[in-house]
Protein backbone atom coordinates (compact mmCIF):
# COMPACT_ATOMS: atom_id res chain seq x y z
CA UNK A 1 0.00 0.00 0.00
CA UNK A 2 1.59 3.22 -0.57
CA UNK A 3 2.54 5.75 2.35
CA UNK A 4 1.64 8.89 0.26
CA UNK A 5 -0.84 10.96 1.97
CA UNK A 6 -4.80 10.86 0.30
CA UNK A 7 -5.28 14.32 -1.08
CA UNK A 8 -8.91 13.98 -0.05
CA UNK A 9 -12.11 13.95 -1.63
CA UNK A 10 -13.78 16.50 -3.63
CA UNK A 11 -16.70 18.13 -2.94
CA UNK A 12 -19.45 19.45 -5.55
CA UNK A 13 -21.86 22.84 -3.89
CA UNK A 14 -25.86 22.85 -4.43
CA UNK A 15 -26.60 24.32 -7.15
CA UNK A 16 -28.49 28.05 -6.67
CA UNK A 17 -27.65 27.40 -3.19
CA UNK A 18 -27.83 31.14 -1.70
CA UNK A 19 -26.47 30.96 1.64
CA UNK A 20 -22.39 32.07 1.52
CA UNK A 21 -20.21 31.07 4.47
CA UNK A 22 -16.83 33.11 5.10
CA UNK A 23 -13.67 30.84 5.63
CA UNK A 24 -12.80 32.83 8.63
CA UNK A 25 -15.96 31.21 11.08
CA UNK A 26 -14.24 27.48 9.55
CA UNK A 27 -11.03 28.45 11.16
CA UNK A 28 -12.25 28.92 14.20
CA UNK A 29 -15.03 26.36 14.82
CA UNK A 30 -12.92 24.08 16.83
CA UNK A 31 -12.14 27.13 19.62
CA UNK A 32 -16.14 28.43 19.50
CA UNK A 33 -17.62 24.48 19.53
CA UNK A 34 -19.83 23.29 16.76
CA UNK A 35 -23.01 24.67 18.74
CA UNK A 36 -21.83 28.58 18.82
CA UNK A 37 -20.10 27.98 15.06
CA UNK A 38 -23.63 26.32 13.98
CA UNK A 39 -25.69 29.44 15.56
CA UNK A 40 -23.26 32.05 14.12
CA UNK A 41 -24.00 30.09 10.30
CA UNK A 42 -28.11 30.09 10.66
CA UNK A 43 -27.69 34.26 12.03
CA UNK A 44 -25.81 34.47 8.51
CA UNK A 45 -28.00 32.49 6.42
CA UNK A 46 -31.10 34.23 8.07
CA UNK A 47 -29.42 37.93 7.01
CA UNK A 48 -28.85 36.79 3.67
CA UNK A 49 -32.06 35.39 3.10
CA UNK A 50 -33.95 39.16 4.69
CA UNK A 51 -35.32 37.25 7.58
CA UNK A 52 -35.55 38.31 11.39
CA UNK A 53 -33.45 36.40 13.94
CA UNK A 54 -36.28 35.03 16.63
CA UNK A 55 -34.54 32.85 19.73
CA UNK A 56 -37.56 30.45 20.03
CA UNK A 57 -37.73 29.71 16.07
CA UNK A 58 -33.88 29.50 15.37
CA UNK A 59 -33.92 27.36 18.73
CA UNK A 60 -36.49 24.80 17.37
CA UNK A 61 -35.09 24.63 14.48
CA UNK A 62 -31.39 23.63 15.60
CA UNK A 63 -32.89 21.33 18.06
CA UNK A 64 -31.89 23.60 20.91
CA UNK A 65 -33.16 25.11 24.14
CA UNK A 66 -33.66 28.94 24.28
CA UNK A 67 -31.11 29.26 26.74
CA UNK A 68 -28.56 27.24 24.94
CA UNK A 69 -29.05 30.05 21.36
CA UNK A 70 -28.62 33.06 24.39
CA UNK A 71 -25.73 31.53 25.61
CA UNK A 72 -24.25 31.01 21.78
CA UNK A 73 -25.17 34.70 21.04
CA UNK A 74 -22.85 36.28 24.36
CA UNK A 75 -19.92 34.16 23.20
CA UNK A 76 -20.37 35.18 19.81
CA UNK A 77 -20.77 39.01 21.37
CA UNK A 78 -17.93 38.25 23.51
CA UNK A 79 -15.92 36.81 20.90
CA UNK A 80 -15.96 39.53 18.94
CA UNK A 81 -18.56 37.32 15.64
CA UNK A 82 -21.57 39.78 16.05
CA UNK A 83 -22.00 43.41 17.45
CA UNK A 84 -25.44 43.80 19.41
CA UNK A 85 -25.49 47.14 20.58
CA UNK A 86 -28.61 49.52 18.94
CA UNK A 87 -31.76 47.76 17.69
CA UNK A 88 -30.14 45.21 15.36
CA UNK A 89 -27.61 42.50 15.31
CA UNK A 90 -24.83 43.32 13.18
CA UNK A 91 -22.40 39.97 12.09
CA UNK A 92 -18.48 40.50 12.29
CA UNK A 93 -16.09 38.43 11.59
CA UNK A 94 -13.32 38.49 14.80
CA UNK A 95 -9.75 38.17 14.80
CA UNK A 96 -8.36 35.16 15.20
CA UNK A 97 -7.10 34.32 18.40
CA UNK A 98 -2.92 33.56 18.36
CA UNK A 99 -2.64 30.34 19.16
CA UNK A 100 -1.41 29.87 22.78
CA UNK A 101 2.09 28.08 23.24
CA UNK A 102 3.45 25.99 25.73
CA UNK A 103 6.68 26.89 25.28
CA UNK A 104 5.73 30.59 26.60
CA UNK A 105 4.39 29.32 29.76
CA UNK A 106 6.40 30.22 33.04
CA UNK A 107 6.54 30.98 36.46
CA UNK A 108 3.23 30.70 38.29
CA UNK A 109 1.28 29.82 34.92
CA UNK A 110 3.22 27.71 34.87
CA UNK A 111 2.77 26.17 38.22
CA UNK A 112 -0.94 26.00 37.78
CA UNK A 113 -0.89 24.42 34.09
CA UNK A 114 1.29 21.84 35.19
CA UNK A 115 -0.92 21.07 38.26
CA UNK A 116 -3.57 21.05 35.71
CA UNK A 117 -2.25 18.70 33.75
CA UNK A 118 -1.49 16.54 36.10
CA UNK A 119 -4.78 16.56 37.58
CA UNK A 120 -6.55 15.68 34.07
CA UNK A 121 -4.53 12.43 34.06
CA UNK A 122 -5.32 11.63 37.81
CA UNK A 123 -8.81 12.21 36.58
CA UNK A 124 -9.12 11.06 33.16
CA UNK A 125 -6.33 10.94 30.60
CA UNK A 126 -3.24 12.40 29.70
CA UNK A 127 -4.04 15.31 27.48
CA UNK A 128 -2.46 15.09 24.29
CA UNK A 129 -0.49 18.32 23.19
CA UNK A 130 -3.43 19.57 21.45
CA UNK A 131 -5.35 19.38 24.47
CA UNK A 132 -2.90 20.92 26.46
CA UNK A 133 -2.63 24.09 23.89
CA UNK A 134 -6.42 24.30 24.21
CA UNK A 135 -6.09 23.97 28.03
CA UNK A 136 -3.77 26.66 27.65
CA UNK A 137 -6.27 28.72 25.40
CA UNK A 138 -8.30 28.72 27.92
CA UNK A 139 -6.28 30.05 30.88
CA UNK A 140 -4.39 32.44 28.49
CA UNK A 141 -6.72 33.94 26.02
CA UNK A 142 -10.28 33.20 27.93
CA UNK A 143 -8.77 33.77 31.27
CA UNK A 144 -10.33 31.11 32.84
CA UNK A 145 -8.90 29.73 36.21
CA UNK A 146 -7.74 26.24 36.72
CA UNK A 147 -9.35 25.80 39.52
CA UNK A 148 -12.35 26.10 37.04
CA UNK A 149 -11.15 24.21 34.66
CA UNK A 150 -10.28 21.46 37.34
CA UNK A 151 -14.30 21.80 38.73
CA UNK A 152 -15.63 21.39 34.64
CA UNK A 153 -13.42 18.34 35.35
CA UNK A 154 -14.92 16.86 38.28
CA UNK A 155 -18.55 18.01 36.56
CA UNK A 156 -17.85 15.96 33.25
CA UNK A 157 -16.99 12.92 35.55
CA UNK A 158 -20.07 13.13 37.94
CA UNK A 159 -21.96 13.44 34.37
CA UNK A 160 -23.09 9.98 33.77
CA UNK A 161 -21.38 10.05 30.36
CA UNK A 162 -18.10 8.79 28.83
CA UNK A 163 -15.66 11.44 29.61
CA UNK A 164 -14.09 13.35 26.98
CA UNK A 165 -11.92 16.60 26.49
CA UNK A 166 -14.83 17.90 23.68
CA UNK A 167 -17.15 17.12 26.33
CA UNK A 168 -14.97 18.77 29.25
CA UNK A 169 -14.50 22.07 26.75
CA UNK A 170 -18.50 22.21 26.29
CA UNK A 171 -18.48 22.96 30.03
CA UNK A 172 -16.52 25.37 29.70
CA UNK A 173 -17.85 27.14 27.13
CA UNK A 174 -20.68 27.11 28.86
CA UNK A 175 -20.03 28.25 31.88
CA UNK A 176 -17.74 31.23 30.02
CA UNK A 177 -21.07 32.11 28.52
CA UNK A 178 -22.52 33.30 31.70
CA UNK A 179 -19.32 35.11 33.02
CA UNK A 180 -17.44 32.32 34.75
CA UNK A 181 -13.84 32.87 35.44
CA UNK A 182 -12.86 32.33 38.91
CA UNK A 183 -13.53 29.63 41.37
CA UNK A 184 -15.09 32.28 43.24
CA UNK A 185 -17.71 33.06 40.28
CA UNK A 186 -18.80 29.55 40.66
CA UNK A 187 -19.41 29.83 44.38
CA UNK A 188 -21.48 32.85 43.58
CA UNK A 189 -23.51 31.12 41.20
CA UNK A 190 -23.67 27.43 42.45
CA UNK A 191 -26.52 26.13 40.08
CA UNK A 192 -23.91 26.04 38.01
CA UNK A 193 -22.46 22.81 39.44
CA UNK A 194 -23.05 20.12 41.74
CA UNK A 195 -19.81 18.57 42.63
CA UNK A 196 -17.74 21.90 44.52
CA UNK A 197 -19.10 19.89 48.14
CA UNK A 198 -17.54 17.07 47.15
CA UNK A 199 -14.65 18.44 46.02
CA UNK A 200 -14.09 20.49 49.25
CA UNK A 201 -14.98 17.54 51.52
CA UNK A 202 -12.93 14.66 49.79
CA UNK A 203 -10.50 13.30 52.42
CA UNK A 204 -9.25 10.60 50.28
CA UNK A 205 -6.38 12.62 47.86
CA UNK A 206 -5.32 11.46 44.38
CA UNK A 207 -1.47 12.90 43.60
CA UNK A 208 -2.51 15.54 41.58
CA UNK A 209 -5.05 17.06 44.10
CA UNK A 210 -1.91 16.58 46.96
CA UNK A 211 0.22 18.45 44.79
CA UNK A 212 -2.65 21.82 44.40
CA UNK A 213 -2.99 21.66 48.04
CA UNK A 214 0.91 21.99 48.22
CA UNK A 215 1.49 24.77 45.56
CA UNK A 216 -1.40 26.23 46.16
CA UNK A 217 -2.61 26.05 49.95
CA UNK A 218 -5.34 28.72 50.21
CA UNK A 219 -7.58 26.64 47.11
CA UNK A 220 -10.81 25.24 47.58
CA UNK A 221 -9.55 25.25 52.04
Not at 100 to 120: C, I, K, M, N, P
Not at 153 to 181: D, Q
Amino acid sequence: MSGRKSKGVLLRGVEGLPIMVPREILKCQAVLGPTVTLVWINLTALSQLGLPLQIHSLAEQMGLDKREVSQALALLADGGWINDEGLEIQLTLAQMEPAASLERVEGAELDSFTWLVEYLSARVNAPSPEEKRKLLHWMQNKNLSHEVIAVAVEEMCASGVNPSFPYLEGILRNWYGVGIRSYNDLLENPYLTKVLGPIASRKVRNPAEQRWREVFPDEFE
